[in-house]
């Protein structure tokens, strides 16, 4: 029987995986068994009960968990690399809503996320949470053709009522709600691998009538919700004249009810917490989803990730496309690397950099415990993979798996992933 075929097989090659933060398990020539689209664990020889499922021979591949992009905006994958001499705000009014304005025509959203979802399936991600725009017609579409590329993705209408162009804003709080009431009332069920997330875009472009509305709805459907935090020093300046009455930026989600707690959350960003505000994203078992290409990119500043790490904060990589140009969690873990030391360098000598084990966590298991068990090949974790072909990537000498992955991170491409798996279903063969 082809294994790819059955919903029960084992590949066999050189595996890698996460148990932790810092511990990466290596099983060079291991067995990963696959039931019913979860793993059963990885062995370094196969053991009997298993022998009579279908071998994918693997060996010398390397076998990794799919990648986890926590952010992402998908009408911002047609203009990546543009506007890259700007800072945040600028690059907002000159490049992004502009471009996400022709969203209202259902035939350029067509064209524009067919390109996303084949460089979504191409590439090493498995899980993408997503922001569409205002558009409920051309959400909808995105929603539909995720679905059919089997990666399983959250996609969220974007909500704005106020501080942008009249050509993308929401005309009133009211109807931004009602919008948003039904995109919600026909995704729910629709879908095998998409859902929805609640996603007001930041504080500065959403009233606090229509805050008040989403935590309704947020109520009504039970659905999770993503947004911006603490991106720019400009942002968070902007949100302390909005909401003179709140603490900070996370007091300001908080004090409408839309600050983790009871409803699963990825903030974006968070370059410029408080004290405070790590306390509550803490408290309130609030995701960060930490973007270093667009932090970097965007003149926005290196996020404090080993203090927040330390403060046992979640968090997962994310492309932020299009403030980040590269859509592959690979990149987001050479860059939160990179990033890293250089905060070390020139912020805080206390703040260690990631060891390559710790960014290889953040964008698998770290990213990946938003959707549940997903991240990691321990037995009982949602079965997403990756078979990466890295013969053609040059080495005079021997090296350990551990030391392949580091190359791969740092300089592979969807060229060299040859298959991959989401809940035990071959969407790349
Ligand atoms: N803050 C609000 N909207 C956006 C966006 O589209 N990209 C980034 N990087 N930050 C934002
Ligand atoms: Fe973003």
Redesign the pocket.
């Given at each position: 029987m082809n294994g790819k075929k059955s919903d029960n097989f084992v590949i066999h090659g050189d595996i890698c995986y996460s148990l932790d933060q810092n511990t990466l398990r290596c099983v060079e020539g291991g067995y990963l068994v696959c039931k019913d689209g979860k793993s059963q664990g990885v062995y370094p020889s196969l053991p009997d009960w298993y022998m009579n499922l279908p071998l994918l021979d693997h060996s010398d591949r390397l076998i990794l968990p799919g990648l986890v992009d926590l952010h992402m905006?998908a009408p911002?994958f047609a203009f990546r690399g543009l506007g890259m001499d700007l800072e945040?705000l600028e690059w907002?009014e000159a490049y992004?809503f502009p471009e996400e304005s022709k969203y209202r025509n259902l035939g350029y959203a067509r064209n524009a996320y067919a390109a996303v979802a084949r460089d979504l399936v191409n590439g090493p991600n498995t899980r993408v949470c997503m922001y569409a725009t205002v558009h409920l017609p051309a959400t909808r579409l995105l929603m539909d053709m995720m679905e059919t590329t089997g990666l399983v993705c959250m996609v969220g209408k974007v909500n704005m009522d106020r501080n942008n162009p009249p050509y993308l804003c929401e005309s009133s709080a009211a109807l931004s709600a009602e919008h948003t009431h039904m995109w919600l009332a026909a995704s729910a069920g629709r879908y095998k691998n998409v859902s929805a997330i609640l996603t007001p875009?930041?504080i500065p472009v959403c009233s606090d009538e229509l805050m008040g509305m989403l935590q309704k709805l947020q109520k009504e459907f039970n659905v999770p919700l993503q947004s911006?935090l603490c991106?720019s020093r400009a942002e968070v300046e902007w949100v302390r004249k909005l909401c003179p009455n709140s603490k900070n930026y996370a007091d300001a989600y908080d004090s409408f009810g839309l600050f983790g707690g009871d409803v699963p959350t990825i903030m974006a960003h968070c370059v410029w917490p408080e004290e405070d505000e790590i306390a509550l994203i803490r408290e309130k078992n609030v995701y960060i989803a930490h973007c270093p290409q667009?932090n970097a990119n965007?003149t926005s500043g290196v996020a404090p990730v080993r203090r927040l790490l330390n403060n046992d904060v979640q968090i997962g990589l994310g492309s932020?496309v299009a403030?980040g140009c590269h859509t592959s969690i690979f990149r987001a873990m050479a860059d939160a690397i990179q990033t890293s030391k250089l905060r070390h360098l020139l912020v805080d000598r206390s703040e260690a950099p990631l060891s390559i084990a710790e960014a290889f966590y953040l964008g698998t298991l770290g990213g990946g415990s938003f959707f549940g068990n997903v991240g990691s090949f321990a037995a009982g974790y949602e079965f997403d993979a990756i078979i990466i072909d890295d013969t053609s990537i040059y080495a005079p000498f021997p090296l350990t798996v551990e030391e392949r992955l580091a190359r791969v991170m740092h300089f592979s491409d969807d060229r060299h992933i040859q298959e991959k798996y989401v809940r035990g279903k071959c969407v790349k063969c």
């Open positions: 905006h911002q945040l907002l992004t875009r930041f911006h991106e667009s965007l932020d403030g």
